[in-house]
Each structure stands twice: as C-alpha cells, then as structure tokens.
C-alpha cells in the first residue's frame, strides 16, 4: 500500500511519516530529505536544488520528478510520501510512473493545521540531523536543550524555517498544493483528518482507522 500525506509546512507530516515507519513498518519518501542529502553530498542535483530551497520556493518539476522516478526504480511498496508531490503536474507525473511499475497511490491524506499555528511551530522547529525526528523549542522540548531523546546527536534549525522563508513556503503551498486537495478528491483517495491540538500518536491512530 502506498499514501501521501498531504499538508501545509508544518502540518506534521515528517512526525505522522515516523510514525507510520515505526508502526507499520513503512518507508518515507521525503524529497524534502533527499534534497538536503544531495545538498550535504554537494551532487550537482543539490547544488541546483538549494538555490531554490534557500529562497524557500520549490525546486522545478522537471528535476523533483526526476529523482523520484530514480527513487522508485529500486523501491516502490509501502511508501509514505511526505512532501511529494506538490504541484498538480508532479501529481500527474506520479500517477504515470507508479503505473509503469504496477502499482499505485491508496489513499492521500490531507493533515489539516489552521494556518496561524504553522507558523509557530516552523518558527520553533528543532530537527535532530541523524534521525530526522522533530522538537519544539517550547512545546516538544528534548530531555536535554539542543540534544536528540534517541541518539544524542545535536539539534539543528532549518534554514528555509527562518521567519522570511516560512512566509513564501506557506505562499508556495497555498498557489500551488493546496489545489490536490481537490485533485485527489475527484479521484476518490482523499480522506481529511483535522488535526488541530491532536498528539503525532492521535494523528497516527486516526490513520490507522482510516487505513484498515
Ligand atoms: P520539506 O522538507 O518537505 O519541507 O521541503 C523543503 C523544501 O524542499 C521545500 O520548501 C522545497 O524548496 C523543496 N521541495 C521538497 N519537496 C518538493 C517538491 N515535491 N517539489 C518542489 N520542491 C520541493
């Protein structure tokens, strides 16, 4: 079975995705991630990509597509997608390429956050490099300031969640995703969850319910 986890920056879809990792054993496909890997290794694909990143925009369809289409060659059951696709074109381009190799998307979820609280918690967002998982510096405070619960590592801020950059992400989101709320809608695979106030391990079992 593979999902999309559809949201706006900040709506949780990196914890709800480690969750459905440990839980189920499913595997995340983050091209947020896979850029910033290809950004840490200096490849020509990161290189590219982080002009557009650091200005907090989206990178080209053509490119994010494309290291999707890589991605899948090797692993395509069980995906959770965070973060892709984004834009109706790459949602398209999704569809032809799970057909191409058998498969399909299950069921899109669409984690609805009010708007006022994604800034917040993005301005507040700690993410530990090794482990991918996310604190707050007020809310989801880590046992020990700036250190990883699970594997010690340091915590770092991001650089597009620096309060201009939130500003044109949530823009980005808002002109060119929010529209496959109703593109998947029509293709009968939406299911929306409001999880506003609500724990990742509430998001986590209302999912469950969805999905069985
Ligand atoms: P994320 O980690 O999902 O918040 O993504 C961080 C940044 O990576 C975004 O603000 C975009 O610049 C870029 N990015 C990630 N996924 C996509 C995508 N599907 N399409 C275009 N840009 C993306």
Not at 56 to 67: C, F, L, Q, R, S
Not at 114 to 134: A, N, Y
Request: charged share 25%.
């Amino acid at each position: 079975m593979n999902i999309i986890l559809l949201g706006a920056p900040g709506s949780g879809k990196g914890s709800t995705s480690e969750q459905l990792i440990s839980r189920k054993g499913m595997t995340q496909l983050s091209t947020g991630d896979l850029f910033r890997k290809n950004i840490a290794e200096k490849t020509a694909l990161g290189l590219e990509a982080q002009k557009f990143m650091n200005a907090g925009k989206y990178v080209p369809d053509e490119i994010t597509n494309g290291m999707v289409e890589d991605y899948l060659q090797t692993n395509h059951d069980n995906l959770v997608f965070d973060g892709f696709p984004r834009t109706r074109a790459q949602a398209e381009a999704l569809d032809k390429m799970l057909e191409k190799l058998g498969t399909k998307i299950d069921k899109v979820i669409y984690l609805h956050v009010d708007e006022e609280v994604l800034f917040d918690r993005l301005t507040g967002r700690l993410i530990c490099p090794k482990c991918k998982r996310s604190y707050h510096k007020i809310t989801r405070k880590p046992q020990v300031e700036w250190i990883c619960d699970f594997d010690g590592a340091e915590l770092v801020t991001r650089p597009d969640d620096a309060p201009d950059k939130i500003a044109t992400r949530i823009d980005e989101y808002n002109n060119l995703t929010a529209t496959l709320i109703n593109f998947y809608q029509a293709h009968g695979k939406l299911v929306i969850l409001d999880v506003n106030g609500l724990s990742v391990e509430a998001i986590y079992f209302d999912i469950e319910e969805v999905l069985n």
